[in-house]
Every structure is written in structure tokens, then in C-alpha cells.
């Protein structure tokens, strides 16, 4: 096995993975909108069909609900897709396929087919794209028994997940936040998996510790740099996979540091900081809690337009900062 | 006058087979009969549905396909076991037409650990993998684009078989059934549409509902063949259905065909009919009868007398009562089983 390690960007590594499972792997393919030539909206099958042709890197028509059943239909009978949406706000368009079809064919038919399919949806904001581009659905799609949710936070993890998601015999939903896929990192080259519904903790600390999805794990780890200088050890769990949440890691944590602050960019109200705290508040973490459990998740309102406004819609380090603070000296 | 000209136009199996309907030339005494045997197996199959339901035996809902039989056996006709099929709510028949065992049908249905779903599917969700068929779906539309991507899947694996998608006139309405016409005609895919146009869509009738005359009329928009056939006439369904098999096996790509037909029963069980006279319906129960006109043909072509039919009715019969007494005795599913299956397993 090549262990070889590179600086590889988010895009690079998810671009990798598709290669490698494409040449493993007859029947895993690629459909999406403009993912051919074009190279996808964020260029992250870049070459690709050069490479493996336009029958494995198939240009579909802007049929978001259409391709998504066509993707269902194939993985049900013997294909592994990996269907691309340019945004994950157009999951909307393609919800049916995904909830009432992908996610319960198994259930419905007691365990007469499995539905191995891969979405890949970029998400977020901050790109200046506005209300119906830059959303974080992930806590929609995670509400769904059936489904695998996953977010990596870095090139590694973004490789190795998808590589884990196309083994998987179960749908399996990836959230690419649009603002890592520029982002570098280290990454093995060759063959390796992730685990789905295994969370890694980023930093150990004792005193608080802060559970972030995606881009907030680096806002999250940015602050408890600045946290350490302050004398408070932050302890930063990067959730990696929303559905199914890896519970032991999180407790173990909140055991140790006693202070839970969930930070995630999809709204906040029953967001995924609500399954969070809700988790704890049932465990037997409970009891080792010396202060509420926060929540910073994104304001309750579309994603604006506006670079300022589109920034103070969802976390940033100083609010991490403060409520860590806060937290530690007991402030309410 | 015009009956006449068609009562005499009909020609007698001794005048030339090459003049006889489509389904009396391309198959067997034997296949035909195996047809109409079908078709009885279907019908007896749902009225014991529907009176295991008013008796309590059954839950939820149903939605029964009586009088829509011979759509569902004459598309099934050309097709072989490794073929696929995508069905619908109104799927009994397209799922026994496709080769499923009734016992395992009503245990589905009485929620039965025997059932083909393991009591988890029910009536909107049977299906019969192993026969090819992929499953009826609870939502209209929803296994049109599946069928497609069935259909990529065959292609892709060169496995020369070809995907049916039924679904109803209702569905024509639904996006899923353009986007999933278009990428099959764009691919040139081996999957055969079939609309069972039964005249409502629930209480809304296709007038009301759909721009179009016929809804075959919408494969000219996707560049296919739209064929309209008499949905109770088994043989017409059968004609229509082998060319657009052929077609599809020799990668010429999709057809849409359009069965004319009209449910006997409600939409489902909770419907009160308000929305169609009664005449209307009794019209179609007396007069165009599916099975009626298959056992007329059948016998004017000499191809089974009385004796042979009611040989057919039953040994159905028997079929049905073993099959009710299979589900009545099997046992139910255990409830610690409850989240089987959600994921696959594994271990």
C-alpha cells in the first residue's frame, strides 16, 4: 500500500477518490449537471471525463428530480452512482427521490434490495450566491431513517468518506462546503476509507468542548488557539457524520470538560446542535455539566446577499470566542 | 349497420391465421390460456383483497386495478423473468402478471412475516425482485424515473433486458414523467412507458386534468413512439407491447404506450364514486369487461370452450383459498425486528 502523503485541495481529493473508485470499480459512474467537459460548477470532476469517457462522467439535463431517480434506479439494479448536484439547495427539486425513494426502497421491500448511491451536494454559504445557493440542508436530510449524512471538514476526510460512501450498500449523502474546496491539506494517496458515523476529535482540551460540522471546525479550532493563549483548553470534536452520530465520542468529551457548545452553520433551530445538546441532555453526560449547553447554529433567516449581512447569518470565531468565555467564567 | 360490418369482418381461425388478432397468432393455445388463467388470478386475486379488508383481515388501504387486467398481462406477455418492471399504487395486477405468488402476496397484505415485504410494504409497496419487478410506489411518478435508471443500468450492463414503467394518467401530470420521458429518449434507453389511462386521476377526470387528448401524444414532445391501444383488449395490449420490447431490445430506445381502461372499483377505499355516473361505470362493467372479451375471442377463435374456462376459474379459485388460508396462518413479524432492514446490515 502506497502511503505516500501530498498537499492535496478538498476538490483534489474528492476529484482522487472518484478516479480511484471509477478504476476499482466497473460500476461506479458519475452523473450530474455539467460535470463533463464543463467540469462541474465548482470544477471538482475537472478532467475526469477525459479520462473515463462520457458513459462513466454522464451530463445529465437540469432534471434535479429525474436524475436523482435515474441515480436510484441504476444503484438498485447493479450500478454504483455518484450523482452531483451543483448546489445542495436543488435537493429541493429532488427531495421525492431521495426521501420517500432512495432512503425507504429497502425498508419498504424488507430487505429484498439495497440502494447503493452516492449525492454529493456543495453547500454554504459565503460565496455572495444568496438565499437559494448557500444553504446548509444537511439536518433535513439527516431526519431520514435510511439515509447516511456525512460533512468532512478536510481534504483527508473528504477523500476517504467518499470512498467510504461508494463501498457502502446504503445511500450515503455528502455535504461539500463550497468555501473548503480551495482549502489544502494533507492527503495519502491510493486507496483508503473514512469511517462513516465515527467523529475525530481535532484538539484535546478539558475545559469546553466545542462540536462543529464542516467549515466550522476550522472557525472552531482558530478559536481554541486563541482560547489556549487565554488558559482555556478547548477540546474540538469535528462531528464528520451527521446520521448516524457518533454519540460515545461526544459524551466522553462532555464527561471530561463538563461544557458543550455545538456550533454548526445550518439554521439553528432544529438544527444539528439540536440533536446534539438533545443527545447530552438525555445521557449520562447530563450530570457532569456545569453550564447550560449553547447552541450557535445559523440565524433564522434566508442566507442574504450582502457580504456583512451573509456573514453575521452564521457563526464566526468571535462568537465562538465569546460564548467559550462566557462559558468557562460562568457569565449567563 | 357498424356492428354488423365488424361482426362479419371478424374472421374464423379456419380462414387464415395471418388475419387473426395479434395475440391469436404469436402465441400458443397454451400461452393464451396461461393468460386468461392470469387475468381470472388478478381479479379473484383482489376481490379477496377487498373482502379480507371489509372483514377486517387487512389494514390501511388499497387501490384495486378490477377491470384494468388485460393491460397488466398483455404488457407482460413479451416480457421474460429478467426483465424489470416499476408499478404503482394500482399494482396487484402488474405484480401477479409479473410472475409473483399470490400467498406471499396476501401475507404481504395481512402484514405477514411470510409476505413478499415481510409485512413492511403492504399493499402500495409489493413487490417480487426475484420476478423482476422493482416494486409499486406510493407516490405517482415515482417509479418512472427508477425505470429509467433500470433501463441505464441493462444498458450499461449489456444485459439485453429491458425495464416497463407503469403508471397511471395521473402521473402524466407529475414533472417525474417528463424529465424521466426525456432522459430515456436522450439515452436511448430499453424501458417502455406504459400509461394505464383509466380516466381519472383519483376524481379528476384526464379532461379536467391534461392538456392533451391522449396522453400518448406527449411522446411526440420527447421523440418516441406514442401508441394508443384498447387497454381491455388483451391482444391489443400484447401487439404493442411486443414492439416496443423489440424495439427496446435492439436499442432503438423507449415508447410510450397509452392503455385505454377504466377501474371498476373506486380510487381507493374511501372513494364514493361522486365523480362519475353510474351508468358510466356500469356501462364499462357490462360491456367492456377485459376478461369477458378475452374468454369471447378466445372461444370464437376456438382456441378453449366452456369446459376448458371453467376449468381455469377453478383451479384459480383453489389458488385463491390456499393462498388467503397461507396469509391468515402465517406468522407475524416479530416486534423487536422493527428497524430491520432501515440499513443494510453489515455484520
Known amino acids: 500500500m502506497d502511503t505516500t502523503i501530498r498537499e492535496l485541495s478538498y476538490a483534489q481529493a474528492i476529484q482522487e477518490a472518484m478516479a480511484i473508485a471509477m478504476e476499482r470499480d466497473e460500476r461506479v459512474f458519475l452523473m450530474g449537471e455539467d460535470i463533463g467537459v464543463y467540469g462541474g460548477a465548482f470544477q471538482v470532476t475537472g478532467d475526469l471525463v477525459h479520462r473515463f469517457g462520457e458513459d462513466r462522467v454522464m451530463d445529465t439535463p437540469i432534471s434535479e428530480l429525474g436524475g436523482a431517480g435515474v441515480a436510484v434506479g441504476a444503484a438498485l439494479t447493479g450500478m454504483r452512482p455518484i450523482f452531483e448536484f451543483q448546489f445542495s439547495d436543488f435537493a429541493?427539486?429532488?427531495?421525492?427521490?431521495?426521501?420517500?425513494?432512495?432512503?425507504?426502497?429497502?425498508?419498504?421491500?424488507?430487505?429484498?434490495?439495497?440502494?447503493?448511491?452516492?449525492?454529493?451536494?456543495?453547500?454554504g454559504s459565503g460565496t455572495g450566491a444568496a438565499a437559494q445557493?448557500?444553504?446548509?440542508?444537511?439536518?433535513?436530510?439527516?431526519?431520514?431513517?435510511?439515509?447516511?449524512?456525512?460533512?468532512?471538514?478536510?481534504?483527508?476526510?473528504?477523500?476517504?468518506?467518499?470512498?467510504?460512501?461508494?463501498?457502502?450498500?446504503?445511500?450515503?449523502?455528502?455535504?461539500?462546503?463550497?468555501?473548503?474546496?480551495?482549502?489544502?491539506?494533507?492527503?495519502?494517496?491510493?486507496y483508503y476509507t473514512t469511517p462513516i458515523g465515527k467523529a475525530e476529535i481535532r484538539r484535546e482540551g478539558k475545559d469546553v468542548t466545542i462540536v462543529a460540522t464542516a467549515i466550522m471546525v476550522h472557525k472552531a479550532l482558530e478559536a481554541a488557539e486563541t482560547l489556549a493563549s487565554e488558559g482555556i483548553a478547548a477540546e474540538v470534536i469535528d462531528l464528520r457524520t451527521v446520521r448516524p452520530m457518533d454519540r460515545e465520542t461526544i459524551i466522553a468529551s462532555v464527561k471530561k470538560t463538563?461544557?458543550?457548545?455545538?456550533?454548526?452553520?445550518?439554521?439553528?433551530?432544529?438544527?444539528?446542535?439540536?440533536?446534539?445538546?438533545?443527545?447530552?441532555?438525555?445521557?449520562?453526560?447530563?450530570?457532569?455539566?456545569?453550564?447550560?449547553?449553547?447552541?450557535?447554529?445559523?440565524?433564522?433567516?434566508?442566507?442574504?446577499?450582502?457580504?456583512?449581512?451573509?456573514?453575521?447569518?452564521?457563526?464566526?470565531?468571535?462568537?465562538?470566542?465569546?460564548?467559550?468565555?462566557?462559558?468557562?467564567?460562568?457569565?449567563? | 349497420m357498424g356492428d354488423k360490418i365488424i361482426a362479419?369482418?371478424?374472421?374464423?381461425?379456419?380462414?387464415?391465421?395471418?388475419?387473426?388478432?395479434?395475440?391469436?397468432?404469436?402465441?400458443?393455445?397454451g400461452e393464451l390460456g396461461q393468460a386468461l388463467r392470469k387475468m381470472y388470478l388478478i381479479r379473484r386475486f383482489e376481490e379477496g383483497a377487498e373482502e379480507s379488508y371489509t372483514r377486517g383481515l387487512i389494514h390501511?388501504?388499497?387501490?384495486?386495478?378490477?377491470?384494468?387486467?388485460?393491460?397488466?398481462?398483455?404488457i407482460s406477455l413479451p416480457l421474460t423473468d429478467d426483465d424489470m418492471i416499476t408499478s404503482t399504487h394500482r399494482g396487484h395486477g402488474h405484480c401477479i402478471a409479473k410472475g409473483a405468488e399470490v400467498s406471499r402476496m396476501f401475507a404481504e397484505f395481512f402484514g405477514k412475516e411470510t409476505g413478499y415485504c415481510r409485512?413492511?410494504?403492504?399493499?402500495?409497496?409489493?413487490?417480487?425482485?426475484?420476478?423482476?419487478?422493482?416494486?409499486?410506489?406510493?407516490?405517482?411518478g415515482g417509479g418512472i424515473p427508477i425505470a429509467v435508471g433500470a433501463a441505464l443500468s441493462m444498458k450499461k450492463l449489456k444485459t439485453g433486458r429491458v425495464v416497463v414503467s407503469y403508471f397511471g394518467d395521473g402521473a402524466n401530470n407529475e414533472g417525474a414523467f417528463h424529465e424521466a420521458l426525456n432522459m430515456a429518449s436522450v439515452w436511448k434507453l430499453p424501458v417502455i412507458f406504459v400509461c394505464e389511462n383509466n380516466g381519472y386521476g383519483m376524481s379528476t377526470s384526464t379532461r379536467r386534468s391534461t392538456a392533451v387528448a391522449n396522453v400518448a401524444d406527449r411522446a411526440a414532445a420527447y421523440a418516441m413512439p406514442g401508441v394508443i391501444v384498447d387497454g381491455n383488449d388483451l391482444s391489443d395490449v400484447a401487439e404493442a407491447s411486443h414492439a416496443a420490447v423489440e424495439r427496446a431490445?435492439?436499442?432503438?430506445?423507449?415508447?410510450?404506450?397509452?392503455?385505454?381502461?377504466?377501474?371498476?372499483?373506486?380510487?381507493?377505499?374511501?372513494?364514493?364514486?361522486?365523480?362519475?355516473?353510474?351508468?358510466?361505470?356500469?356501462?364499462?362493467?357490462?360491456?367492456?369487461?377485459?376478461?369477458?372479451?378475452?374468454?369471447?375471442?378466445?372461444?370464437?377463435?376456438?382456441?378453449?370452450?366452456?369446459?376448458?374456462?371453467?376449468?381455469?376459474?377453478?383451479?384459480?379459485?383453489?389458488?385463491?383459498?390456499?393462498?388467503?388460508?397461507?396469509?391468515?396462518?402465517?406468522?407475524?413479524?416479530?416486534?423487536?425486528?422493527?428497524?430491520?432492514?432501515?440499513?443494510?446490515?453489515?455484520?
Open chain 1, 92 to 123: 429541493a427539486l429532488a427531495m421525492e427521490q431521495i426521501v420517500n425513494q432512495a432512503a425507504k426502497m429497502r425498508y419498504m421491500l424488507g430487505g429484498a434490495v439495497s440502494v447503493p448511491l452516492v449525492m454529493r451536494f456543495p453547500a
Open chain 1, 133 to 190: 445557493h448557500s444553504q446548509s440542508i444537511e439536518a433535513w436530510l439527516g431526519h431520514v431513517p435510511g439515509l447516511k449524512v456525512v460533512q468532512p471538514a478536510t481534504p483527508h476526510d473528504a477523500k476517504g468518506l467518499l470512498l467510504a460512501a461508494i463501498e457502502d450498500p446504503d445511500p450515503v449523502m455528502i455535504f461539500e462546503h463550497k468555501l473548503l474546496y480551495k482549502m489544502k491539506g494533507p492527503v495519502p494517496e491510493g
Open chain 1, 258 to 332: 463538563s461544557r458543550l457548545i455545538c456550533v454548526y452553520e445550518g439554521v439553528k433551530t432544529l438544527g444539528v446542535g439540536a440533536e446534539v445538546s438533545a443527545m447530552i441532555a438525555e445521557s449520562d453526560a447530563f450530570d457532569f455539566l456545569d453550564a447550560p449547553i449553547v447552541r450557535l447554529g445559523g440565524a433564522e433567516t434566508p442566507i442574504p446577499y450582502n457580504p456583512e449581512l451573509e456573514k453575521a447569518a452564521v457563526p464566526q470565531v468571535p462568537d465562538i470566542l465569546k460564548s467559550a468565555r462566557d462559558l468557562v467564567n460562568g457569565v449567563r
Open chain 2, 8 to 29: 362479419q369482418a371478424k374472421p374464423k381461425a379456419e380462414e387464415g391465421r395471418h388475419n387473426l388478432p395479434f395475440a391469436f397468432r404469436h402465441y400458443s393455445p
Open chain 2, 60 to 74: 390501511g388501504t388499497m387501490h384495486l386495478s378490477i377491470g384494468q387486467e388485460a393491460s397488466a398481462v398483455g
Open chain 2, 119 to 140: 409485512g413492511r410494504g403492504g399493499s402500495m409497496h409489493i413487490a417480487d425482485v426475484s420476478k423482476g419487478n422493482l416494486g409499486a410506489n406510493g407516490i405517482v
Open chain 2, 249 to 347: 431490445r435492439h436499442g432503438e430506445g423507449p415508447t410510450l404506450i397509452e392503455c385505454k381502461t377504466y377501474r371498476h372499483r373506486g380510487h381507493s377505499k374511501s372513494d364514493r364514486n361522486r365523480y362519475r355516473t353510474k351508468e358510466e361505470i356500469e356501462d364499462w362493467i357490462a360491456n367492456r369487461d377485459p376478461i369477458q372479451l378475452f374468454e369471447a375471442q378466445m372461444q370464437e377463435y376456438g382456441v378453449i370452450d366452456a369446459a376448458g374456462i371453467e376449468a381455469i376459474r377453478t383451479d384459480v379459485e383453489r389458488e385463491i383459498e390456499a393462498a388467503i388460508e397461507f396469509a391468515k396462518t402465517s406468522p407475524a413479524p416479530d416486534l423487536a425486528g422493527l428497524t430491520r432492514d432501515v440499513y443494510t446490515d453489515l455484520a
